[in-house]
């Protein structure tokens, strides 16, 4: 099989190194790729929102099949544009239709196919320019702290958690005057969550599902989760806390609900969903749906996974998931991201990046790395992932730490204390 993969981070690097594993798999491109997926498939410089771009690569390649890493062309709608064009629509896509992705997109859409669903969640109040004095009042009947997320997508940065009432209702009205653009001209008041977070991933046909490995991703810049909020630092597979009683309720309260409300209202869905959860006293809350992979948890998740990705994506184009059983090892394994210094505010690109031949018993993926004339450069923020396992994450963490010292770049900066909470 041919296969074509959207993307150029961490995520597309363990995707890729993953899928190179298949017999299934003839060729490989990445579009547009990093300095890691170039070593595994050929890298082809086109964006991943370029569908007419996309979409001639995958005529001009052949290509069997498109997998989509990042959420950004799913809201888009690559999905349908595949589906509609006449000389592409042979070719599935892995990743959800628009209408899907909106529960990435869109987080009053998710709230209320929450709702419809009986899935558990935090209340919530929509808030637009004609109801911001309503927005407002809502705000003081609160308790803090208080959460404001930006509707649409906001890179990440669209959700504030506030202590003060009067902060809340400042930022409530800089939101809907356009803070983050459009994406907050819709803003979501959510009751503030308590308790431990961590994620769960499954890959659905539309019918049925396979349940990947969950994770714990530290999403902050500084050690004890303090500092501006990052794509994610590091992360751990499994969860300690996510025991066989936690999971069996994630399972039943949230993943069957969600997989069975999107065959209700129509929604066609093959792809990969991300349950960001709140663990609140054993029972389990969803925080937010992500319709991809995560980044650094795809990191950790994938090189649990035994069985084979081709054939697992294979079988959700064909809605054939039901035949397929997914094998996990019991090993742990743990990420840590080394990012230039300055990230997630202003950094300096460019810096040559060495030392990799010295790594030994982890692997590397790389997530904002170019190739520069023969030369490994750092080409954003995050850079690259060092991912290990062990027999538990303290040991597998152990590992990545030696190696993280080994990569070297100007200005790198990783956090030290991944797991520390656990
Ligand atoms: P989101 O983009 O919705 O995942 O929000 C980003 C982060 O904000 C989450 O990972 C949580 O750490 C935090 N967060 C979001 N919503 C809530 C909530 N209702 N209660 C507590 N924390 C939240
Ligand atoms: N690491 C969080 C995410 O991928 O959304």
Known sequence: MKILLLGSGGREHALAWKMAQSKNLSRLFIAPGNAGTATLGENIPVKVDDFEGIGRVALDKKIDMVVVGPEDPLVKGITDYFSSEPNL????VIGPTAKGALLEGSKEFAKEFMIRHK????KHFSVTDNNLK???EYLSCMQPPFVLKADGLAAGKGVLILDSLAKAREELKAMINGKFGQASSKVVIEEFLKGIELSVFIITDGESYLILPEAKDYKRIGEGDTGLNTGGMGCVSPVPFADKDFLKKVEERIIKPTVEGLKKDNIEYKGFIFFGLMNYNGDPFVVEYNVRMGDPEAEVVLPRLKTDLVNIFKAVAEKNLLQIKVDITPQSCATVMLVSGGYPEAYEKNKEITGFENI????????????????VITSGGRVMAISSMGN??????KKSYKNAEFVTFDKKHYRKDIGFDL
């Open 119 to 122: 899935i558990p969640t935090a």
């Open 89 to 92: 629509k042979h070719i599935p």
């Open 360 to 375: 030994d018993d982890s692997l590397l993926f790389h997530a904002g790395s170019a190739i520069k004339d023969g030369s």
């Open 134 to 136: 309503n927005g407002l």
């Open 392 to 397: 538990n994450f303290q040991e597998a963490l």
